[in-house]
């Protein structure tokens, strides 16, 4: 089965700078690759997500970037803003399951 | 944007009891709902795949007695915990798929409901 690792698993940064969480993935079958944002006591919300036949997509203060080789794909934002401070979780699925498979997460405190 | 509601967002039972969660995708049709469990402070763990009409595909490990799950329509998946246990207490979340192209990147994209919290005394 897909074997899920994400890093690092506490962030903290400066508001206004960027913060970038990594999300490692075992099987090369994987081809859709969401980053979920949950904020405290609720559900997990899109933010991202991106398809293997895309290397990067962006939008606004929030991208994503896939290497497919290496298998793994990363979370980026910029601007960092308390509001970000969250806990964000990637899920790598394939297709034909269209189960998602959580990292541990990552826990981002952006400080004011 | 899609949108999937749940309730009871939080429930308190005693041990022994049953509780039902409903979870309801508001502005589209669900071909396939999933549910998930969360405990403190740790991630989500897949518990059950439910298409309308046909059984659930349960996860290894989850009992599928003691967790009922039924897709009866294109809008509602319900979740039953059967004598339920204080070890049950739990962040159940369900979500769904299918239905129209909101922030991801297709009609594949799953939609993740609020969350029920449990707990069992």
């Known amino acids: 089965g897909e074997n899920v690792e994400q890093h690092p698993s506490t962030l903290s940064v400066q508001e206004g700078d960027s913060a970038v969480i990594k999300c490692t993935y075992s099987d090369s079958a994987s081809n859709y690759f969401p980053w979920y944002k949950q904020e405290l006591g609720k559900g997990p919300q899109l933010i991202i997500d991106i398809r293997s036949n895309v290397g990067e997509k962006k939008d606004q203060r929030i991208a994503v970037t896939l290497n497919k080789t290496a298998k793994h794909f990363s979370l980026h934002i910029t601007e960092t803003q308390p509001e970000d401070s969250a806990v964000y979780f990637c899920?790598?699925?394939?297709?034909?399951?269209?189960?998602?498979?959580f990292g541990s997460g990552t826990r981002l405190l952006v400080r004011p | 944007g899609a949108v999937v509601s749940q309730h009871p967002s939080w429930v308190i039972c005693k041990s022994g009891t049953s509780v039902k969660i409903e979870c309801r995708s508001l502005?589209?049709?669900?071909?396939?709902m999933f549910w998930y469990r969360q405990f403190p402070k740790q991630s989500l763990m897949l518990m059950a795949t439910?298409?309308?009409?046909?059984?659930?595909?349960?996860e290894q490990g989850v009992e599928k007695d003691k967790f009922l799950i039924n897709h009866a329509s294109l809008t509602l998946s319900t979740l039953t915990v059967t004598s339920a246990h204080p070890e049950d207490s739990s962040f159940y979340i369900c979500s769904a798929r299918g239905g129209l192209a909101g922030a991801g990147s297709g009609t594949d994209t799953q939609y993740f409901g609020p969350g029920t919290r449990l707990t069992v005394l």
């Open positions: 502005d589209f049709q669900a071909t396939t």
């Open positions: 439910s298409n309308e009409g046909s059984k659930a595909t349960y």
């Open positions: 899920a790598p699925r394939m297709d034909s399951s269209y189960k998602l498979i």
